[in-house]
């Protein structure tokens, strides 16, 4: 017979205790403001229609405001989606994507005094309605800058709260802090951009992040209790993933897939006993059949038809897929902002593979065989679904696939290859502290040089060479209506603080904490 858990084990999984509560108020809180402030610097930054289709998805969450969840299905927007009966202050046309050389002053702002109510096509009309419930309503409210610029921080709100359980989950939940370096890498700046911005893939991502973040303990670490929070966040994270775009079912299921195989049997015994973990299962199947049903029956999955070139058969499509398309997804995953124009010279680039590097290929090199497989299984699995599909409907729609796609499963690479490298004992705990901090020092200042320069694109417009590119994101023929210094030195702020959480995650009273735990059903 084996023993009953010790209270001081039970104590260590439960997080009610007053000492789970103050790690739980300094992890959570402060990564939570970090992120918040870092994807507000977008979001006050950013033009009407900064991001790809926002203005789509601008029209579907005033539209579900104002009570249209569900609108006929018809060819609004391109041959897809839905109409939505909207003010026509927040309805603006874009003079200036896919330009890079062309500034947003040629674009009319929202707001104004025509609030007519007017039938608007978006071609997100048939998306499940509920994020836009969530950040529609300022403007409904309001149609105008205000409106717009509340809806924005509301979706940086919700995304950073994922993003905060998920950095508890890897720094308070596992012994290896290294874990933070992982998530680090992890939130690329396209995700702080769209975070910033009404477009549900922003969440969908921290919703996978935060998936992947809760299994690692749960399911590579039988030396943690299974913890109660941990299958709240799992069911949660779960439903998001799955509710918020059509991929979403297949994503969770991916993740499950392969977090789950191989698992020890002990751990899965465990978890079969444990109470939570079958409402954790239950949430997510109820979630899973919902988004599939409105998936289903809204046609929401349809794709706006384009002409393509006769000839493209499926192997000619995978083709072009791997050689001409890959090398884009590679770059898109950091980050394209605005509308796929706006790509930063390559260093920018190299440096974030760099950190990247940093942690997966020592994982690959000293993990066991499953951590090998699970590593490279989140890389493969998101390629190959986008590629396939893409291949498989590029006679209709073209090739429509995108690097941000891939990212809520692509994220688990370098949380596992991190978990990975604490686990199997690369890197004690003062060159595990040091690399957290290292990689801290360098993806945190890219997140700052992404958005700048992504605020001279939209203000002043880009050069055709570096003599004609304009270096100061304070200048230009537009600016928000924040203002431009505001914007930026709040995403200077909240990089500062995820500089602190990245120190006291990996300090000395951090490593402290860092104790061996049995499993227990508390």
């Keep these: 017979m084996t023993s009953p858990p010790s209270p001081a084990a039970s104590r260590a999984g439960d997080s009610s205790s007053r000492p789970g509560r103050l790690l739980f108020r300094r992890t959570w809180w402060t990564a939570f403001i970090g992120f918040f402030l870092v994807c507000a610097g977008w979001a006050l930054a950013s033009p009407y229609d900064a991001s790809p289709d926002e203005r789509e998805h601008i029209v579907r969450a005033v539209g579900v405001a104002r009570g249209e969840f569900a609108p006929k299905?018809?060819?609004?927007?391109?041959?897809?989606?839905?109409?939505?009966?909207?003010?026509?202050?927040?309805?603006?046309?874009?003079?200036?994507?896919?330009?890079?050389?062309?500034?947003?002053?040629?674009?009319?702002?929202?707001?104004?005094?025509?609030?007519?109510?007017?039938?608007?096509?978006?071609?997100?009309?048939?998306?499940?309605?509920?994020y836009y419930a969530l950040v529609g309503w300022p403007m409904a409210l309001w149609p105008n800058w205000l409106g717009l610029t509340l809806a924005r921080l509301i979706s940086a709100a919700l995304v950073s709260a994922l993003l905060a359980s998920a950095a508890h989950s890897l720094v308070a939940w596992t012994r290896h802090r290294i874990a933070a370096a992982g998530l680090l890498v992890a939130v690329t700046p396209i995700t702080a951009h769209l975070a910033g911005s009404i477009n549900p893939n922003g969440i969908e991502i921290a919703a996978g992040v935060a998936l992947v973040a809760a299994l690692i303990p749960t399911m590579l670490d039988p030396e943690q209790p299974l913890r109660r929070a941990a299958m709240v966040q799992i069911g949660i994270a779960g439903s998001v993933l799955m509710t918020v775009r059509a991929l979403g079912p297949l994503w969770c299921a991916a993740v499950l897939g392969i977090m789950l195989i191989p698992a020890k049997r002990e751990r899965l015994k465990e978890l079969l006993r444990f109470r939570p973990a079958w409402w954790a299962a239950g949430t997510l199947f109820a979630a899973g059949a919902a988004g599939a049903l409105w998936t289903v029956a809204m046609k929401a999955s349809e794709m706006m038809p384009v002409q393509v070139p006769p000839g493209i058969t499926v192997p000619k499509a995978i083709r072009h897929e791997v050689i001409v398309r890959w090398p884009d997804y590679f770059t898109e995953v950091i980050g394209v902002p605005s509308w796929l124009d706006t790509h930063l010279p390559g260093t920018a680039y190299y440096l974030w593979y760099l950190a990247i590097g940093c942690l997966v290929l020592p994982a690959l090199a000293f993990g066991v065989w499953s951590d090998r497989w699970r590593v490279l299984a989140f890389f493969l699995a998101p390629f190959a679904v986008i590629t396939l599909s893409d291949a498989i409907a590029a006679h209709k729609v073209g090739f429509a696939g995108q690097g941000r796609y891939m990212l809520p499963v692509a994220v688990g690479v370098p949380l596992v290859a991190a978990f990975v490298l604490g686990r199997r004992g690369v890197l004690d705990g003062a060159r595990s502290a040091s690399l957290v901090r290292m990689i801290a020092l360098l993806v945190l200042p890219l997140q700052l040089a992404f958005l700048g320069y992504t605020m001279i694109r939209w203000q002043a417009g880009l050069g055709t060479s570096v003599d004609y590119t304009p270096l100061n994101p304070l200048a230009g023929t537009w600016h928000p209506p924040a203002g431009s210094a505001t914007a930026l030195l709040t995403a200077v702020a909240g990089c500062v603080v995820l500089g602190i959480w990245a120190w006291t995650s990996t300090g000395g009273r951090a490593a402290q904490e860092e104790r061996p735990a049995t499993v227990s059903a508390s």
Excluded: L
């Design 73 to 130: 299905p018809e060819a609004a927007g391109g041959g897809t989606g839905a109409f939505q009966h909207v003010p026509a202050s927040i309805v603006r046309d874009n003079c200036w994507w896919f330009d890079p050389t062309k500034s947003v002053a040629c674009a009319k702002a929202p707001g104004g005094a025509d609030q007519q109510i007017e039938r608007v096509g978006t071609r997100a009309g048939r998306y499940n309605p509920v």
